[in-house]
């Protein structure tokens, strides 16, 4: 198989195996959430939670005071520099932008290129931060299992090889592309089985404890 | 209770895992972040002592029973079911160092509620017999006496004899129609006889009626510590049985931070009803006298104090703004720790440390953080509202050779009381 017939392989029916798988498997995982529910609170509620429950869903982004940042500094520099550069990545490259109005039909504005192309390196240079971090910090490094790691290699190629066929460098461009695409498909078909799910979950968590904690009159 | 054995245990955590639970570990990346937020962790440096990792086995058993890849790996033999063995060795993580503080649950960037999951994993280590002796004496003395320390109501009658006798004033018991049935605990009563004393004072002057009851006085809750939920329904109960026969309008719960979880947020879910009265902690109640103009203080302390904040009151009760204000009425000098309020730092003692032996040593170590917390504030007292809380303040201070008196904020208001007798 030459790199054209690959690529146009992994283009239709691999991207195809891995979305289905993707979106499959994070339905079930949802739905292993869902099924179990939450009792309903007997006591005297002080509010209905809801209005927690969305405040904690946008400030559990944020950390809550500055000595708490300050103790993570590293965990929370880091690791805003690899989330948001991979989300400008992601949805502010013209090409992926491209990808998604083939898909689904629709589209948006990308930023200039050169741009994205500097958030890519704070993606590539914050994950690299965060293995190191997680390497040596005795908490980190304690609590890390195999697949944390593999979770990290899934986030770091598809970066990795996005940037290189972006500056042509190192293989064919073709093989670049192929490895990039291959390396997405591998993040998505991962992506349930895996941590990576908390791109997904962490809404439920956040909603969660914020109604929870808003039943009792706490703020989140 | 049935026999302890690891069949039950993990029955018991089964039952514990609800939507929450999966969600949050669902949604762990391994940051560490929880680490930085728990004393147990930053005064030691030991990484065994991160919040999520006290979680463990639960989140083995979750993966086991409730996701289908993890269902799928233990079909085929890839999971590593929970052992007898492993609950032992957690148990110091999951009792002796974790106050249930909750402040983890508020740095978790996605959400999680750690110290919602230590009260449940408990439930499973209980069962299973793993829970420490302290703590399942403590249980055994509020089920068969009726306090965890062993108090009797007899003890609690000579010390209203005594208040009688000294001021002069009336401790009533069994009030029928009384508006606020108070509860103690047994700490109280035994260390801090000011607090009974304070309320009586208080309540006078606002011309509220009131009443203990000798059925049902002991305010505290090993069960929710233990966690072992009969239990803890069982003392529930004593107390909604009491109020509903004296027919109060608001049970007050004492200074004291679990105890008012007890009552006022896992009562009703226990005994799966709602109560037709109202349950409030005493600074509630005070507060609300204040804001109606029925408590009113002279005179200012001139000393400089600052207020330690019952992690149980902020961060799992909704308690914050009520003992500053109340403190603002008789303190001209208050100051605030740099971390309070919902951030506030641990004791060290919470969550039924203090009524493990073993935790002796560690819970003095958690103190440092507390201890490092005032050093920067050069105050002159330090008030609280828990009687657990006033007793690891008390003996970390004199360990730590710092004189600053803790003192209970209810008598401290007492004690600026303006006396009338207009209500007599």
Known sequence: MNSGELLFWVRGTGLSIAVVIFTFGMLVRLLEIFMLGRRRNLAELRSNGIGAGLRTLIMRSIPPDRNSMRRSMVTVVAGYGFHIGLLVVIFLLAPHIQLFESLFGFGWPAISTPLVDLFAVVALISLIVLLWHRLTHPVVRYLSTPEDYLVWAASFLPLLSGYLAYHHLWLPYEWLLVTHILSVEFMLILFPFTKLAHAFTLFIARWYTGVIAGERGVET | MSKATLERGVAILKEQINGPVAAYFSSCV?????????????????????????????????????????????????????????????????????????RCSMVCPVGNDISYMIRRIREGLAAAGHAPEGLV?????????????????????????????????????????????????????????????????????????????????????????????????????????????????????PECGHAYTAIRWEGPNLMGRRFPFKVQHILEVLDELRAAGLFKTEGMEDTRLTFHDPCQLVRKGGVIDQPRNLLNMVASDFVEMDDHGTMNWCCGAGGGVSAIEEAAGIKMKAFDRKKAQLEGLNVDTLVTACANCRIQLEEGLEENEMEIPVVGLTELLADHLVEDDSHD
Request: glycine share 6%.
């Open chain 2, 30 to 102: 391994h940051c560490g972040i929880c680490a930085e937020a728990c004393l147990f962790y930053t005064e030691t440096g030991d990484p065994a002592y991160t919040p999520i990792n006290k979680l463990e086995p639960m989140r083995r058993l979750w993966e086991q029973e409730y996701t289908l890849f993890g269902r799928l790996k233990k079909a085929i033999g890839l999971s590593q079911p929970v052992t007898d063995s492993e609950l032992g060795e957690w148990s110091e993580r999951v009792y002796d160092t974790c106050s249930l503080c909750g």
């Open chain 2, 137 to 253: 004496a403590a249980s055994t003395r509020s089920v068969e006496i009726g306090s965890p320390m062993g108090l009797r109501l007899p003890a609690l009658q000579a010390q209203a004899r005594h208040i009688k006798e000294s001021t002069g004033l009336d401790i009533p018991f069994d009030q029928e129609g009384a508006e606020y049935l108070v509860l103690l605990s047994s700490m109280e009563v035994i260390n801090f006889p000011e607090y009974l004393q304070a309320i009586a004072r208080i309540f006078k002057q606002a011309g509220k009626r009131w009443t203990l009851s000798s059925e049902a006085f002991e305010a505290t809750n090993s069960g929710i510590q233990i966690g072992v939920s009969d239990i803890a329904r069982e003392l529930a109960t004593r107390v909604v049985v009491a109020a509903e026969k004296l027919k109060v309008k608001t049970v007050i719960s």
